[in-house]
């Protein structure tokens, strides 16, 4: 199966900062790339399909970038609510997977 | 306002049963594929079953809960079903169902409920 590695494991930034996560691929995805925002006790939000599209609510200052085995999550100008853990997932190859998550922590 | 509720979730004995429901509400249910994703605690997320639109006549699981584990649903209800047998520990998770905005099985997800754990224990 596809692994996704996600990095770095822990992200801490202040407000106003900007973010960037990453995804790598163990084998090509194409496009086919996802991104969740998953904060504590609550279900998975979809914020980015398709590595590059936002999902319907989703701020502009989230957006996404890559095609193959590398991806990145960028948010600009952060603000307190975006503390979470972030999930990057493949639906190119089956079994569609998951990556291990970044804690993303606003100072 | 689509919502999508699991309900079902409890204790259970290793070996034994439990099947999950997830109300779907604030869309044409039968026009979109669903599946079932799980997380244990304190871990990531893990796809588990997925089923098509329409007469969901495409179904999927994962191999670790191949044989084990049938999706089905009911459009008439706007429910569909994860029926768990011979559970183990390792199926210890809480249990999310989620909404593909297709109706063919296109596997990323738009709208998950609040989900349902699952304690596999004796």
């Known amino acids: 199966e596809t692994v996704l590695t996600q990095s770095p494991a822990t992200l801490s930034l202040s407000p106003g900062e900007r973010a960037t996560l990453s995804c790598r691929a163990s084998?090509?995805?194409?496009?086919?790339l996802a991104w969740y925002q998953q904060k504590p006790g609550q279900a998975p939000r979809l914020l980015m399909y398709?590595?590059?599209n936002r999902a319907a609510g989703i701020p502009a200052r989230f957006s996404g970038s890559g095609s193959g085995t590398d991806f990145t999550l960028s948010i600009s100008s952060l603000e307190p609510e975006d503390s979470a853990v972030y999930y990057c997932?493949?639906?190119?190859?089956?079994?569609?997977?998951f990556g291990q998550g970044t804690r993303l922590e606003i100072k | 306002e689509v919502q999508v509720l699991e309900s079902g979730g409890g204790l259970v004995q290793p070996g034994g049963s439990l099947r999950l429901s997830c109300a779907a509400s604030?869309?044409?249910?039968?026009?979109?594929?669903m599946s079932w994703v799980r997380q244990a605690p304190g871990k990531g997320l893990e796809w588990v079953s997925a089923?098509?639109?329409?007469?969901?006549?495409?179904?999927y699981s994962a191999e670790t809960v191949k044989g084990r584990f049938t999706i089905s649903r009911d459009n008439s209800k706007n429910t569909v079903y994860l029926q768990m047998t011979s559970l183990r520990a390792g199926d210890t998770a809480v249990y999310y169902c989620?909404?593909?905005?297709?109706?063919?099985?296109?596997?990323?997800?738009?709208?998950w409920g609040q989900g349902a754990l699952v304690t596999v224990s004796s």
């Open positions: 398709d590595a590059s």
């Open positions: 989620a909404r593909t905005p297709t109706t063919v099985v296109t596997y990323y997800f738009d709208y």
């Open positions: 604030g869309f044409t249910f039968s026009s979109y594929a």
């Open positions: 997932q493949q639906r190119s190859n089956w079994p569609p997977t």
């Open positions: 089923i098509s639109g329409g007469s969901g006549d495409y179904t």
């Open positions: 084998q090509t995805v194409s496009s086919y």
